[in-house]
């Protein structure tokens, strides 16, 4: 298990100072951490490639944003990240929760959870699978990513690894 | 009016103000009305712009912020008009070119010839909107609103009359966020 609060303050730690999002259950833990702090705060997103387009408004504007998403909301946002971010240029720290991996979860994840992988590396999308111990490595990855190749980057997330809140 | 004519009444009343353009024509023609850093023309991701340019206004609270959206694009992210009044920023105009038809692939129809979008962002919680459909009510409209709290609307209703023969934006995707982001922090 990895801690949400510990999370959230390595996200703010590595000066990432905005937040979006659709929930996920799996994600649950960490969107309440986002909203009990009175200094950052979480602006709920009404679909995911909305979220993707105010993550790159404010990136634009100067902020370092995170967008927080089930894997279904990769499907809805596909082309908000090949027509938007991945021609401009424009980053963001994704973190995606990876409903239907390993084919074990309700009827509708099963194939996202199947396909979520390939699509990532077939749109060209970078990723690592975030676990208890990885977590310090992947953001500097991400960090790499973002501020060097200015692409976003998505930090995949499994069921257990968060604390979950419902 | 046309849409051109309403460009070519807004573009003089622009001053710094970070503008972002929805996709087809609309970033088309006001490129070739005025080319401006402060423009971001979007030119894919339809239905993106209001999101984009909620984004800038939050990250920039004392910048003054546009979006030149079009009815195509608000029809196809009405849910973004909810996020705009909910995160209500002070600093943000949004402005529709509205001809009733998706222009930029045939002016097919969309459906704001029945729904007037003004009236939804009023009712999602925008301060103030206002509708207009001649070219000499632009400029009191759009200074009226500069001045009032936002996030205000201004819904400029036009005939489907754009030039298709006009050039696209020469810009690459790159060169238009680095002007962009250049006019704002930089
Ligand atoms: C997701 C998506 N669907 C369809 C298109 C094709 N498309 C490009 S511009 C456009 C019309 C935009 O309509 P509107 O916002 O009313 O602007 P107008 O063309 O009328 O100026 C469409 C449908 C697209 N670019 N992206
Ligand atoms: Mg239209």
Sequence with gaps: ?166 | MKGIEAFEALAPLLKNEPTVLANGFISRAFFNVTDRKENFYMIGSMGLASSIGLGVALAQPERKTLILDGDGNVLMSMGTLAMIATCAPKNLIHIVIDNEVYESTGSQRTLSHEIKLEEVAKSSGYKQVMRVTRPEEIQPAYEKLYQAEGPVFLLIKVEPAFDASQGRVTHTPEEIRDRFMESITG
């Design chain 1, 1 to 166: 298990m990895l801690s949400s609060k510990i999370f959230v303050d390595k996200l703010r730690g590595n000066g990432f100072d905005f937040f979006t999002g659709v929930p996920c259950s799996l994600l649950s833990g960490l969107i309440a951490e986002l909203e009990a702090d009175q200094g950052i705060g979480y602006i709920p997103s009404v679909r995911e490639d909305a979220g993707v387009g105010l993550c790159a408004g404010a990136y634009m504007g100067g902020k370092q944003p995170v967008l927080l998403m089930q894997n279904s909301g990769f499907g809805y946002s596909l082309n908000a990240f090949t027509s938007l971010n991945l021609i401009y240029n424009i980053p963001v720290l994704v973190i995606m929760s990876w409903r239907g991996c390993g084919g074990n979860d309700a009827p509708e994840h099963i194939i996202m959870g199947d396909i979520n992988e390939p699509l990532l590396k077939t749109s060209g999308m970078e990723y690592s699978v975030l676990d208890e111990n990885n977590a310090d490595q992947v953001l500097t990855t991400a960090l790499k990513k973002i501020n060097d190749e200015k692409v976003p980057y998505t930090l995949l997330v499994k069921k257990g690894l968060f604390d979950e809140r419902h």
